[in-house]
């Protein structure tokens, strides 16, 4: 149980193009899903935390008009990279969380982003 | 402010050798702790979590994990590597806001040796 699936897993576009990242939870459902992004042989670094319904809260120094995130029903997330640049590329990878304390976040399997 | 560290940025063990990934953390409140491993191009995958009750937690693996309060550590160990072990581990702490946010750790990469 507790899959999420994140599509695509890869995409390479040329500047200026937006690209779209989905996240679906798909045996449960995500009161609350996760935006991150990983640099190379780094950490997680957390972009935004999606409620189902509601306008995301972005972290400190994200751009919300750069990274639009949308979570319109309780499986599905999405991000959307608007007029991508080189500086954009990276490893971006969503979670989804049922909205219990005890509850883990479940991963997706990440989304290489490369902007020519 | 909670923090997680992870000592040991690279961990090497020979395969069949016990496997010993430290994690320490603090938290004004009783922690939700979780370890995860990366593999190459891939997302996390939850190895093993610890909320409430027994403090040693047995993950998919053979992956187990202790809680010590007294020393503010969930390290993670092995009894005997494989070579389909190597790979990115990652420890966390759920925030104490209620937001089902996590703070991770920088991460230790797990090299084993044949």
């Known amino acids: 149980g507790a899959v999420v699936s994140q599509h695509p897993s890869w995409v390479i576009c040329k500047s200026g193009t937006s690209v779209k990242i989905e996240c679906r939870s798909l045996?449960?459902?995500?009161?609350?899903m996760f935006w991150y992004r990983q640099f190379p042989k780094q950490s997680l670094m957390l972009m935004a935390t999606?409620?189902?319904?509601?306008?995301?809260?972005?972290e400190q120094g994200v751009e919300k008009d750069k990274f639009l995130i949308n979570h319109a029903s309780l499986t599905l997330s999405t991000l959307t990279v608007t007029s991508a640049h080189p500086e954009d590329s990276s490893f971006y990878i969503c979670?989804?969380?049922?909205?219990?304390?005890?509850?883990?976040?479940?991963f997706g399997d990440g989304t290489r982003l490369s902007i020519l | 402010a909670q923090s997680v560290t992870q000592l040991g940025s690279h961990v090497s063990v020979s395969e069949g050798a016990l496997v010993l990934l430290r994690c320490n953390y603090s938290?004004?409140?009783?922690?939700?702790l979780f370890w995860y491993v990366q593999y190459p191009n891939q997302g996390l995958q939850l190895l093993l979590k610890y909320t409430t009750g027994a403090t040693l937690v047995k993950g998919i693996n053979g992956f187990e994990a202790e809680f010590k309060k007294s020393e503010t550590s969930f390290h993670l160990t092995k009894p005997s590597a494989h070579m389909s072990d190597a790979a990115e581990y990652f420890c966390?702490?759920?925030?104490?806001?209620?937001?089902?946010?996590?703070?991770f750790g920088s991460g230790t990469r797990l090299l084993v040796r044949p």
């Open positions: 045996d449960f459902q995500a009161t609350t």
């Open positions: 938290s004004s409140v009783p922690p939700y």
């Open positions: 999606s409620n189902e319904g509601s306008k995301a809260t972005y």
């Open positions: 966390a702490v759920s925030v104490e806001d209620s937001s089902y946010k996590l703070i």
């Open positions: 979670s989804a969380h049922r909205g219990q304390n005890n509850q883990p976040q479940h």
